[in-house]
Every structure is written in structure tokens, then in C-alpha cells.
């Protein structure tokens, strides 16, 4: 029987809704400006009136966004949904150049750029029919095209639940970005499972501190907090400033964050933690990589019972597994050591061989999943499409392995496995033990070709204060693995590369060994 329909609530809807049961309270703070629910739901609607009338907008259109963190870019958000146009937010730290090619490939009519990017705009210029500028000025003005259109509300434009809502740029390891499509009923799904799963209880009297780009897994966070009306507080650094993290912390009586495992160190391990009152916290989430033990244990001990680890990529929405506070302990007798959860509400979650096949509890393979939650498909590639997808299934591309009861356990991304005289090594049971030595505060194991048994290991350290010596901490190291799965290696750096979203990557680090000459048979 085919369904009698398949339309689902527009996404803007969630602003709609909370501006309608909670107009005069503040909804977006930034710095030392807010915004009432109400104010935001009239510029997000005068903007779309603007898109539809001065540039013709209409559902379908994709809208490409290359902005830093601001009320705008958050409003604009919306405006696109009601016109039915699909939100195509970039990684803002891109190169012009690279912007220029996501421009072309997800076939973008418009294109919203904060004025700190000229280059950019002029790169997207002949791929793009109109472009608004934020913080810029002249007609084509983002504050000035809501003050000509406000008071303006154009009716909601009706949708599927497989139309696209969002392109979501995939990082990836290696090639360009790939657009994954995210859709109004997914995305739907995805917000009731956050507040459902990751932060049960959040209501309008709670408060939520963006601390990573509202482009990728932090819009989605926050869209979560606009659909039960919570304040989104965003920081007016466009810098990364632990201190004002946690001022604003004590001063809005914040109550969940997301973030990343390394941007969760950094703010644990600053002074400022001490200074500011930060007990209205209760869920501060993590996602993107798992959490290494003994950062867990120093976050749990500084900031109590509050942390959140879930599994999940831009394709599945961070809509895999899910860890909850009761199951974070710093007793290490009282925690599954290394699981990030069980299967999120509503997806199930498999180990599979090659073969498609589910293996035994223990046994190692790659992370499957179905629900609702997983992406409509990339969109314009079905090499990507033929690869990701078999027999129903999306195959993350992460190795790991899940106990009797259901906790998955990742071993790590299967482009970071190295094979060593015809062993599987896996990167993350090596750095786990390498992070309990005292001196060290983060690390990075890589496999490098070696003639003798293909590949061996290279750990990238960064020392808490002067570098040990390389074999010292390969002598302390050795009782604790088999010699097989010994670094051959080990090189100290100041500081990690990191991503635009805080992340460690594997790809990054083997850049930059490779530039500085660390890697064998590669010249400085």
C-alpha cells in the first residue's frame, strides 16, 4: 500500500513555534547583544521574503554559506527552510578556491558571505546568481535587505519528508568534500532524538554555549535547542577563548554544550575553569572522536557528572550511539572503559564482516547502521552512493566491535588501521596507553611504510611541559603492549593541526610529517 501522504512539518517551524509561545524572551545571545524569540523569527521571515522577492527564490535552490559564527547566518538558517530552499552551510575556513568548487558541485544559486570574505565571494561570483553579504553594505546587505522586507511573513512553503533541507559537507580522509543530504523528516527524527537521548528534560529555562562552527555538528545541536525554545549563547571572540567560555557560563547559567573531545580538554585543563561558576551545567556532549580515558577522568573530576558521548557522522546526523552521564565514572571499575554507548532511540546498530554479515560479539568489523536518522544519499554521486550503502545498511567506514549487551566499542576509522608483518594494528589501543604516561597530553599513532614489515608505527607527541626522551618512553611503554605493536617511532611537536571543528586527523598530522620531513625517505 503506498502512503497516502508524506508531508512533514518545515523545518523553520521549530523557530515559529517558540517565537509564538515565547515571544519576549531572549532566544540568541551574542556577546552583549540578544535577541528575543520574536525578533528572530520576524528578521528570519523578512529575510525570506527578501530572498523570494529581490533574487526569486524558490524551493529547491541550494544557498551556499560561507560566514563565521553570528545571529545572522543562525536566522538565515530558517528563512531558507520556509522558501523550501536547502541550507548549504561551508566549512568558513576553507580557501576561496575550495569554496568556489562546492559552489559548482552542489549547484548553488545564492550565496550568503560574511564581508570578512571578499576573495571568496569574488571566487563564487560566476557560480552563483546573487550574492548577500553579512556585516557588508549597499543594497545586497543582509541587515539591510531585513529592514526593507521586515513585517513580511511568507506562509511556510509545504514539504516531503525526503526533501532536502540541509547539505552536510562530509570532512572525509582523503579527495574533495562530498554533500550529504539531510532532509526536513530526517532531520525532524534527528532533532527528537537529541533532546530525547543526549539531553532528556531541556526545557526554556536552560541555556546553550556554542563553542564550535554552527555550519556542521553544532547547527544541528542547536537546532535541537530552538525546537524547546533554549537560548543559544554564542561567544563574541570569533577565537576559541576558554576564559569567556566560562564567564558566560556563570553569567547565563548554561546547561549543555556540545563539542569536541579536544576542545573539552582544552577547556578542563585552563585556569579559567577554577574562576567561574559552572555548576548549572549538566550535559556537556561530546562527539566527533571517542574521548581518550584520561581526559575523561580529568573532565568528570573538574566539571562532575555531566558529560554526554555520542557516536555518529554528518551522513547518520550524530544519530548512532549514545553514552549517557549514569554511565561515565571515574572509577574505572564502575565504567565500560572505551564503549561509546548503545544504539540511539529508534536505529539499529551492526558489526559486519566483509560479507555483509553480522559477527559475533568481540568480533571486529565495521560499524553499520540503519533508522531514520541516516542520510537521503550524497548528492550527484552514486559512486559514493554504491560504496556507502549495501542491503539497506550505511557502512560508516569505523572499526570496532560490540559486547554481549550492546555497547559498541570503536577501534578507529578503517583508513587508520596499518597492517605490520601481516597484523591488523589499530592506532587507538596504542594511544590510550601512551596518554597514561604523565608527561604526555596528546597524541597521534600513524602507520608509515617500512621495507621490512610494510608498515609500523610513528606516535606524534605533544609534551605538559619539556619532551621526554623518545626512547624512554618507548621503554615505558613496552611492558604494556606486545612488541609487535610498538611505535618504530616517535616525534615531539609544540602543538596537534587541528581541524576547523577542533578534531585531531589522522590526515593532517601525516600533511605535516610529511612538510617537516619526519617521515622516512621524505626530504625537509
Same mark, same amino acid.
Given at each position: 500500500m ?6 512533514? &512539518?518545515?523545518?523553520c517551524?521549530f523557530l515559529?513555534d517558540?517565537?509564538?509561545?515565547h515571544?519576549d524572551?531572549i532566544?540568541f545571545?551574542w556577546g ?7 525578533e528572530m523569527e520576524a ?12 533574487y ?6 541550494r544557498?551556499? #554559506?560561507q560566514s563565521?559564527n553570528c545571529?545572522?547566518?543562525f ?5 531558507c ?5 536547502v541550507w548549504v552551510p $561551508? ?9 568556489a568548487?562546492?559552489?559548482?558541485s552542489?549547484g548553488a544559486?545564492?550565496?550568503i558571505?560574511g564581508a ?10 560566476a557560480q552563483?546568481?546573487?550574492t548577500?553579504?553579512?556585516?557588508g553594505d ?7 535587505l531585513?529592514a526593507?522586507y &521586515?513585517?513580511?511573513t511568507?506562509?511556510p512553503?509545504?514539504?516531503d ?12 580522509t582523503?579527495g574533495?568534500?562530498?554533500?550529504a543530504?539531510?532532509?526536513?523528516g530526517q532531520?525532524?527524527f534527528?532533532v527528537?532524538?537529541h533532546?530525547c537521548?543526549l &539531553?532528556p528534560g531541556?526545557?526554556?529555562?536552560? $541555556?546553550s554555549?556554542?563553542?564550535?562552527p ?5 547547527g =544541528?545541536? @542547536?537546532?535541537a535547542?530552538?525546537a524547546h525554545?533554549v ?12 576564559e569567556?567560555v566560562?564567564?558566560?557560563? %556563570?553569567t547565563?547559567? #548554561?546547561?549543555?554544550?556540545f563539542?569536541v573531545?579536544t576542545?573539552v ?6 585556569e579559567? #575553569? ?5 555548576s548549572?551545567?549538566?550535559y556537556?556532549?561530546?562527539a ?5 580515558? $584520561?581526559?575523561?577522568?580529568r573532565?568528570?573530576?573538574t566539571?562532575g557528572?555531566v558529560?554526554? @558521548?555520542?557516536?555518529?557522522?554528518? %551522513?547518520?546526523t ?8 549514569? @554511565?561515565?565514572?571515574i572509577?574505572?571499575?564502575a ?12 536505529? @539499529?546498530?551492526q558489526i559486519?564482516g566483509?560479507?555483509?554479515?553480522e559477527?559475533p ?7 553499520? #547502521? ?8 550524497y548528492?550527484?554521486?552514486p ?9 539497506g ?5 569505523d572499526?570496532?566491535?560490540m559486547?554481549? %549487551?550492546?555497547?559498541?566499542y ?9 597492517i605490520?608483518g ?7 589501543e596504542?594511544? *590510550?596507553?601512551i596518554?597514561?604516561h604523565?608527561?604526555i597530553s ?7 611504510p617500512?621495507p621490512?614489515w610494510g *608498515?609500523?608505527?610513528i ?7 619539556s619532551?621526554?626522551d623518545a ?10 603492549l606486545?612488541?609487535y ?5 616517535v616525534?615531539?611537536?609544540?602543538? &596537534?593541526?587541528?581541524?576547523?571543528y577542533g578534531? =585531531?586527523?589522522?590526515?593532517m ?10 617521515l622516512?625517505?621524505v626530504e625537509?
Open positions: 503506498q502512503p497516502v501522504s508524506t508531508r512533514v &512539518m518545515n523545518l517551524g515559529s517558540s517565537a509564538r509561545r515571544r524572551e532566544g545571545v552583549t547583544h540578544t535577541w528575543t524569540w520574536g528578521r528570519s521571515a523578512a529575510f525570506a521574503a527578501a530572498l523570494a522577492d529581490r526569486g527564490a524558490r524551493k529547491g535552490d544557498i551556499l #554559506v563565521a545571529n545572522q547566518m536566522e538565515a538558517m530558517f528563512a527552510w520556509r522558501l523550501g530552499c $561551508a566549512n568558513y575556513r576553507q580557501t576561496p578556491d575550495e569554496i568548487w562546492l559552489a559548482g552542489s544559486r545564492g550565496l558571505v570578512a570574505f571578499p576573495d571568496h565571494a569574488a571566487a563564487c561570483a552563483v546568481d546573487y548577500v553579504t553579512i556585516g549597499g543594497a545586497d546587505d543582509y541587515d539591510a531585513v526593507d &521586515m513585517g513580511q511568507p506562509a512553503v509545504a514539504v519528508r525526503d526533501d532536502p533541507a540541509w547539505f552536510f559537507f562530509t570532512s572525509g582523503t574533495r568534500p562530498k554533500a543530504v539531510l532532509t526536513h532531520m525532524a534527528v527528537t532524538n533532546l537521548d &539531553m531541556t526545557g526554556p529555562d536552560d $541555556a554555549i556554542v563553542v564550535a554552527l555550519s556542521h555538528g553544532a =544541528i545541536h @542547536q537546532l535547542q530552538v525554545a537560548k543559544t549563547i554564542l561567544p563574541a571572540s570569533p577565537r576559541f577563548d576558554p569567556e566560562w564567564s558566560l557560563v %556563570e547565563w547559567r #548554561v546547561t549543555n554544550a563539542t573531545p576542545i580538554k582544552l577547556l578542563v585543563e585552563h579559567s #575553569v577554577d574562576r567561574h561558576d559552572h548549572s551545567l549538566r556537556v556532549i561530546y566527533g572522536a571517542p574521548m581518550y580515558r $584520561a581526559d575523561q577522568k573532565a568528570l573530576e566539571l557528572p558529560l554526554v @558521548q555520542y557516536f555518529g557522522l554528518g %551522513e547518520v550524530g544519530n548512532i550511539t549514545v553514552l549517557p552521564p549514569t @554511565q561515565h565514572s572509577d574505572d571499575d565504567m565500560r572503559i572505551g564503549t561509546c554507548g548503545i544504539a540511539r532511540t529508534g536505529m @539499529q546498530v559486519q566483509p560479507d555483509g554479515q559477527v560479539p568481540g568480533d571486529t568489523g565495521e560499524v553499520a #547502521v540503519i533508522g531514520p536518522a541516516v542520510f537521503a544519499g548528492h550527484e554521486n559512486e559514493a552512493n554504491a560504496k556507502s550503502f549495501r542491503d545498511w550505511f557502512l560508516t567506514g572499526l570496532g566491535h559486547d554481549e %549487551e550492546g555497547y559498541l570503536l577501534t578507529g576509522r578503517a583508513s587508520d588501521m596499518y605490520s601481516g597484523s591488523n594494528i589499530y592506532p587507538r596504542i594511544e *590510550e596507553k596518554l597514561q604523565p608527561e596528546e597524541v597521534a599513532v600513524l602507520g608509515i617500512d621490512v *608498515e609500523v608505527g606516535a606524534v607527541c605533544v609534551s605538559r611541559g619532551a621526554p626512547q624512554a618512553l618507548l621503554d615505558w611503554l613496552g611492558p604494556q606486545p612488541r605493536k610498538l611505535p618504530k617511532a616525534v615531539f611537536w609544540s602543538e &596537534m593541526p587541528k581541524s576547523a578534531k =585531531i586527523t589522522k590526515k598530522i601525516r600533511e605535516e610529517l610529511e612538510e617537516r620531513g619526519e622516512p625517505g625537509a
